[in-house]
């Protein structure tokens, strides 16, 4: 079992960085795969950004590539999304996931079996 608690939200301006947190609980941090997602109002969740159990592979959605940046802490138990140059339709709430061991598709939400309860980021213009 893994708990997932995200912090680091708010309510920023267009151009501003955020890094968001996401903390596990458990021994078993460093067996699976972290992911990021995202869901705005009125729309489906969509894949943000993955990093597998040992930090060495990375996946981004177009929209976060070279604006965004996930890493992970093991000692920590930590996972990260670091945000720059953030735009308005980046609004959304920011979904911490799971999945234990290697996922063969780490874009699809339905291979997390753990999420956290989110966390709101808003950017105005």
């Known amino acids: 079992q893994v708990q997932l608690v995200e912090s680091g939200g708010g309510s920023v301006q267009a151009g501003d960085s955020l890094r968001l947190s996401c903390a596990a609980s458990g021994r078993t941090f460093s067996e699976h795969a972290m992911g990021w997602f995202r869901q705005a109002p009125g729309k489906e969740r969509e894949f943000v950004a993955s990093?597998?159990?040992?930090?060495?592979?990375?996946y981004y959605a177009n929209s976060a590539k070279d604006r965004f940046t996930i890493s992970r802490d093991n000692a920590k138990n930590t996972v990260y999304l670091q945000m720059s140059s953030l735009k308005p339709e980046d609004t959304a709430v920011y979904y911490c996931?799971?999945?234990?061991?290697?996922?063969?598709?780490?874009?699809?939400?339905?291979?997390?079996?753990?999420w956290g309860q989110g966390t709101q980021v808003t950017v105005s213009s």
């Open positions: 990093i597998s159990r040992t930090g060495l592979s990375t």
């Open positions: 996931a799971a999945a234990y061991g290697i996922i063969s598709d780490p874009y699809r939400p339905y291979n997390y079996g753990y």
